[in-house]
């Protein structure tokens, strides 16, 4: 999925798909799991983009496995009574599920675990990248007439919604050519979150039932993901809007679907219209990294008190319940951010995703880059390296739970009161050195 990757860094512990899934979240697994188009993109003129090579079809399950076949077809059986009661029609059952198939290839990724994370900065030299800057730009221009709509209407800067449809897709360039039926088929039939996806399967069948988008043309990620800006079927039915007024909500062909729809998720997600997402800081002399944790929020005028500032010597953001954010730990940048970087969270949870969202579309509108230097000659952890920080941490005594690679808030509060006992700053960064020092006696 495009989505950013199976497995994505946070803090940079990593984020899967089942906690997006779960917490009601838009998925976004970016390009690694996207490819291109079936359908040609809209411009806002209306003509079509350049005609593209049809995409290679998903890879189905083997002819000859019959057990799977048979069993895919008993829960397909299954799954069509019930959404028969709960009143899908008979056409669109037929229609999408007559010729719904397995496809082991979506199963390969759902159970990818990466073994290797990426830096912050490593992820964000490839997100925001000059050409992503000046492609967005372009593609800004031309969907300005939209943006503006959208954002009179949500109160989203046309900038931010251009950076996350950049994120998404590339600009509406690669959202995937799976068919969501069947992914989300494939996904309940295994069985490792059946509930999930037997409830986005319901609701992408109500999608096609209300007649927006035909099966052929719901397309998206491995994980069901669909359109420019990657809606999991029970979001777009939340939040999609038929902004151009043809009675259908497009998210793959309209753009000013595609623009409205994102700033509505935006806007309904805490989006403050006129603030900020954050700012670069410069931080005072013995400030307790241990604070700079996005649970931990107060107003601007109090982190000012305690000697905070902008790293260009402007004040801060007008905040009411700001945090401090290191992504790369005490050596690295630090941000205030506040509720509109929460609301991007909330599209992705994860804090590279929306520190990139949030760049690119500053970057969108002129502003600066990430002026303090990242700490470069750091690597990021691998998954097995974090496990073994987690038991070196339980094992001294610093509880973090179940040793599961993933570097969660237990983990971080754990690694924290190991760093405050032996006289580290405390800001929760699972660097190599940290864990070296843990394994020795």
């Not at 804090?351 to 990021?380: E, F, K, T």
């Amino acid at each position: 999925m495009h989505s950013t990757s199976i497995l994505f860094p946070l803090f940079p512990y990593s984020r899967s798909f089942a906690r997006l899934a779960s917490s009601g979240a838009v998925a976004v697994l970016l390009a690694a799991c996207a490819s291109t188009p079936s359908t040609p993109v809209q411009t806002p003129s209306g003509s079509a983009t350049s005609a593209r090579p049809a995409p290679s079809m998903p890879a189905q399950a083997p002819a000859g496995d019959a057990a799977i076949a048979q069993r895919f077809a008993s829960w397909v059986a299954d799954f069509r009574a019930t959404a028969r009661a709960q009143g899908i029609s008979e056409a669109t059952l037929r229609s999408a599920l007559d010729p719904v198939q397995y496809l082991p290839r979506v199963i390969e990724l759902d159970r990818a675990q990466p073994e290797f994370t990426r830096t912050v900065w490593d992820y964000l030299d490839n997100a925001v990248t000059p050409q992503r800057i000046a492609t967005g730009q372009e593609k800004l221009a031309q969907v300005r007439a939209e943006a503006d709509a959208a954002a009179a209407r949500y109160g989203v800067p046309p900038a931010v919604v251009v950076a996350i449809w950049g994120m998404e897709s590339n600009y509406g360039a690669n959202y995937g050519n799976t068919p969501v039926i069947d992914a989300l088929a494939t996904l309940g039939f295994e069985g490792r979150r059946e509930e999930w996806a037997r409830g986005e399967l319901i609701a992408a069948l109500k999608i096609l039932d209300s007649g927006d988008i035909a099966r052929e043309r719901m397309v998206g990620s491995w994980a069901g993901a669909m359109g420019q800006t990657q809606f999991l079927p029970s979001n777009f039915l939340a939040y999609a809007v038929d902004a151009d007024g043809d009675g259908r909500r497009d998210i793959w062909g309209s753009m000013p679907d595609v623009v409205a729809t994102t700033a509505n998720f935006l806007s309904r997600s805490g989006w403050q219209a006129g603030m900020p997402w954050g700012a670069e800081l410069r931080l005072p002399a013995g400030f307790d990294f241990g604070r700079a944790d996005m649970a931990v929020r107060q107003s601007s005028a109090q982190w000012a008190v305690e000697g905070l500032r902008t790293i260009d010597g402007q004040p801060l953001p007008a905040f009411a319940d700001g945090s401090v954010l290191l992504p790369a730990g005490a050596r690295g940048p630090a941000f205030l951010v506040g509720p509109n970087f929460r609301a991007v969270l909330r599209y992705n949870n994860s804090i590279n995703y929306a520190l990139a969202v949030s760049l690119l579309a500053q970057r969108l509108g002129g502003g600066p880059g990430v002026q303090a230097p990242w700490p470069r000659d750091m690597a990021a952890l691998s998954r097995s390296q974090t496990i073994e920080l987690q038991n070196a941490l339980n094992q001294r005594g610093f509880a973090t739970g179940t040793a599961d690679g993933v570097m969660g808030p237990a983990t971080r509060d754990g690694l924290r009161r190991y760093q405050r006992s032996v006289g580290l700053p405390a800001d929760g960064y699972p660097s190599a050195e940290v864990l070296q020092r843990l394994q020795q006696p």
